[in-house]
């Protein structure tokens, strides 16, 4: 049994859920996400809450009925709250700008590098050297996270680089004479 997978998912005002077949629909103030479950669960709505059940005992049904109530639950939160990830950009000339709806980052290279902001992500820029990624669903913002920081990861050295709000990266001592 799943203890996540027990769980309802409750639905909050202002939040529209529509079900057809395995493809599950939830529009909200900040948008619309769909999503198509397994065919080893199955849905339901009861009230304002959604249930999902395995639908047998098998290894594939029990594994994929915690994601699937963890999935959903992320759209529901995505369409009311959404989701942020702020980077952190740490280097003598690092810095981010925003020329239009894309992200200019200069990371010491030797040319800008441009990110273009994938559907439903939108890019701010608070301070030259913070980023801000916000959207309703959470794999893009987190995936667009990551593409940036992969650009120029933190180095153990000087700890310059892009890095996650809050990330403590870990330093190593340098050369001895």
């Known amino acids: 049994m799943s203890r996540i997978g027990k769980k309802a998912v409750a639905i909050p005002?202002?939040?529209n859920i529509t079900l057809d077949g395995q493809t599950v629909t939830v529009k909200g103030p900040k948008g619309q996400l769909s999503w198509t479950i397994a065919e080893e669960i199955t849905i339901s709505q009861e009230?304002?809450?959604?249930?999902?059940?395995?639908?047998?005992?098998?290894?594939?049904?029990?594994?994929?009925?915690g994601l699937s109530r963890t999935l959903v639950?992320?759209?529901v939160q995505g369409v009311t709250t959404g989701f942020e990830e702020t980077l952190e950009l740490v280097g003598v000339g690092y810095r981010a700008a925003m020329k239009g709806d894309a992200l200019s980052i200069q990371?010491?290279?030797?040319h800008d590098v441009n990110v273009e902001a994938p559907a439903g992500v939108t890019f701010a820029v608070p301070k030259?050297?913070?980023i801000k990624?916000?959207?309703?669903?959470?794999?893009?913002?987190?995936?667009?996270?990551?593409?940036i920081r992969r650009i120029r990861p933190p180095e153990p050295y000087?700890?310059?680089?892009?890095?996650?709000?809050?990330?403590?990266?870990?330093r190593k001592e340098g050369k001895k004479k």
């Not at 009230?47 to 009925?65: E, F, H, I, P, T």
């Not at 000087?158 to 870990?170: H, I, L």
């Open 13 to 15: 005002s202002g939040v």
């Open 47 to 65: 009230g304002s809450d959604l249930l999902l059940v395995a639908r047998d005992d098998s290894k594939r049904a029990k594994s994929m009925w």
């Open 73 to 75: 639950a992320n759209m």
């Open 107 to 110: 990371l010491g290279f030797s």
């Open 128 to 130: 030259q050297t913070e």
């Open 133 to 147: 990624i916000a959207g309703a669903d959470k794999q893009a913002v987190g995936e667009i996270a990551a593409k």
């Open 158 to 170: 000087k700890g310059k680089g892009v890095r996650y709000a809050g990330e403590k990266v870990r």
